[in-house]
């Protein structure tokens, strides 16, 4: 062959590799369709992203849809899980599964509107279409349920039920349990005639605001508590119970007291409110600033912290990636002031 035809294949060969390489590289990116340009930043290895199609769209509640992901052999999960979806506009949102965890051709989620949200579930409400494909990361599971205790009880408020839901499924026959499930109107809480079918011994049903002290006084020994709520569920069961399950959502335990936040490289000192975030702060500034799932899961707001001491509320990060960094969406300083490399 001649030489200069042998530096041609060579050179389309070299740039065949080069292209390949990248491709993968950009479709491990946590924000496909954007392009991931550093490694992974939690050092964790990247679960790959599943395309699925949305086979069926359905009201299940006042302000709440039922999506039905359909695929080919997913990922086994159990009770408890939740799934990363990943929204046309790359926002990443965790939605609790739902459905028959024996199902391997499709998953099921349910999302409640919140209308004054960060734009996450407007946009399934709004875009997220029957025969439409999405992305879906996981499932992963930080709400599983125990097996063998002697009792159980779950809390679960409106949307709150999803993770819940299969759990009751789960549950061994005999299993000695009780469930409060409460919502701001019967209209407005998912899957309630599935769940009152338990019967009244076992569920208990509550518009409006729980009593929780009736449920919650006097638990056996090695009673198994779960909750699934908002923040103000959540912190109600936990005074009661100090060690009970929670599964959170919405931006989770961001608030706490105010403190200033030093942006070295910009020349910036900003003031993160009693109520706000170090991102709400700093995207004040500079809008740019990159972040996804605003709840810690992520990773994609993570800063370098050059000073102080970091309030860490994530659950992303290792011992040792704290060390000198945090995840500006969730975390705080713990008291004083923080200095950050941006
Ligand atoms: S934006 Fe996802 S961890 Fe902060």
Known sequence: MAPRVRTVLAVAGAALLVKRALRRRIQASPLWPMPALEEPISGRPR??????????RETVADGVVQLRLEGRELPRWEAGAHLDLVLPSGLVRQYSLCGDPGDASSYTVAVRLVEDGRGGSREVHEELREGMEVEVRGPRNRFPLVSGAPAYVFVAGGIGITPILPMLRALPEGAAWRLLYCGR???SMPFLEEVEKFGPDRVSVVEGRAELGGLLGELAEGTAVYCCGPEGLARAVEELVPGVRLERFGAVGSAGSAFE???????RVLTVGADSSVLAAVRAELPDTLYSCEQGF?????????????????????????GDS???????ARGGRLVLDM
Do not use: K, P, Y
């Open 47 to 56: 679960t790959r992203g599943l395309r699925l199609t949305v086979a069926a």
């Open 298 to 322: 992520c990773g994609t707001c993570r800063q370098r912290v050059l000073e102080g001491e970091v309030d860490h509320r994530d659950e992303l990060l290792t011992d040792q990636e704290r």
């Open 326 to 332: 945090m995840l500006i969406c969730v975390s705080r």
């Open 185 to 187: 109107s019967r209209a």
């Open 261 to 267: 936040v030093e942006l070295r490289r910009s020349g």
